[in-house]
């Protein structure tokens, strides 16, 4: 008990260390929706209350548990960032102590043939627990306040897969309570819905043999209901918000390119370099669009056999490589998102990473473990030695940097074009940070290299428009989003609100409403004004 504590205050303070430089950033990426102008995570009311657990205010995501927290923030901080940035900071140290406490009790069972296991189960969880804490690929979720759902979502992942465990030995409450930590994990993010077969793991894997199969595989059948429940209320909101269709990508192509997200993301677990926001991938066409997904598909394909062929010699291995490849399933692009591949998807699988990885360190490193080295082949003492040593310098000092490029939108952004400078996106997103901070020329000088590198993007023009009103050239503004107009093959809310002001200022007020009307039931937002303005406008000009 006394270690096990020791472990865990040694877990707190590596990574408070780490992630220490985090806590000053300002407000980042997605943060302005989900709380900055999110009213209804702006403290605790009925109001509020109904709002997050009736509806999706935000108008992308239904996370109550998540939004809860903000709530929690705001009554304490207000919107003062550093606060939000503690809680941040707070809840992964928690989602620490529950992975650390998880580790604990799988690696004495893995261990059950060595002379102590339990103290060798404690070294190996402490060491996997520890990669945890200093893996870059969670910086994203720490250092990005919109993305503590992530966070969250493995603090409950973690507990419950802790409390199932500890059902074996005392059935009842610790079960039931395993369940709920599902529930609000599901509530904190959706892809947890796979934890299902991370229970149907344990049980394969580590439940005490006495119980019968059949009886095993029965306690995870509330699991899979809970599961199919919430996928099916994460599938509704997603068709509310319009977050994706269907028709986004063809199944086979889907299928296709999930063996090669697989891929690149065991890469980034085992050398997480660089980091961005949006990593560039180009969905394949199908298993015969080239050579690409063929040989990733048969990669995967020798990694899952492998997993099964030493599932009993090499159990943590196994486990581990099993959990990480079933928690890739929900984000690796099987089903249809705008985001294939990031950092933050990583939250979970990472887990099964770390464990595997701190089983294969604890065995490979004769100072942690006496007597295994004499064993082991020469190339693969020093191959785990090499890769040890180059993780506990890198990995932290990568952790560090990583979190000043989320300083701010502009310190984030740039830090990605040095690694992506043909990335379209970012151009857009640095430019139109710019034109927020009222450096319109910076900004549309980004923007237009955007256009230059993709042709079909529209926000050069929108925003030349927007910069020509503020300027009181609205004549010359009207034109631009005319001509614009006339190239889209869709509605866009911020040009037919524009539209729609220019119009009211010259007097023109049927057009006006027109183009309100438009704004407002309009399809795709650029940020810079919402539907909900252009109804209030246009209920405004019906009024008088």
Known sequence: MLKRRFHILLLVIVAMAVYANSLPNLFNFDDAQFVVANSAVHGFSFHNLKAVFTSVPNAVEYLPVRDLTYMLDYELWKLNPLGYHISNLFYFVLALI?????????????????????????????????????????????????????????LFYFTGLFLYIESWKKPGARYFLSLLMFLLAGLSKMTVVIMPVSVLLLELYFAPQEINSGKRLLRTIPFFVLASALTVLGIFIARLTGVYTMAEAGLSSRIAGFFEVVLINIKMLLFPYPLVVWHQFDMPAGFFSGAIPALSLAAVAVLVYLVFRFRKKYKALSFGFAWMLTSMVPVSGLFPTTVIVAERYMFLPSAGFCLAAGWGLFRLLPVLNKGVFSRLPAWAVGAGAAWALAMAVSFPAITVERNMDWKDKISLYTADLAHHPDLVKTYICLGKEYINNGNFQVGLAYLLRAKKLDPSDF??????????????????????????????????????????????????????????????????????????????????LNAK
């Open 98 to 154: 529950a992975l650390y406490l998880l580790f604990s009790r799988i690696f004495p069972i893995i261990f059950t043939g060595d002379e102590n296991p339990e103290t060798s189960g404690g070294r190996a969880a402490f060491i996997a627990a520890l990669i945890y804490a200093i893996h870059p690929v969670h910086v994203e979720s720490v250092a990005c306040i919109s993305q503590r759902k992530d966070i969250l979502s493995g």
């Open 459 to 540: 926000e050069y023009d929108f925003y030349t428009a927007y910069y020509l009103y503020k300027n009181g050239q609205p004549d010359f503004a009207l034109a631009v989003l005319n001509n614009l107009r006339s190239q889209l093959h869709m509605e866009v809310v911020d040009v037919d609100y524009l539209a729609g002001m220019i119009y009211q200022g010259r007097g023109d007020i049927s057009k006006a409403k027109e183009f309100y009307l438009r704004a407002a039931h309009s399809g795709f937002p650029l940020g810079v004004y919402m539907r909900e303005q252009a109804l209030a406008a246009l209920n405004r």
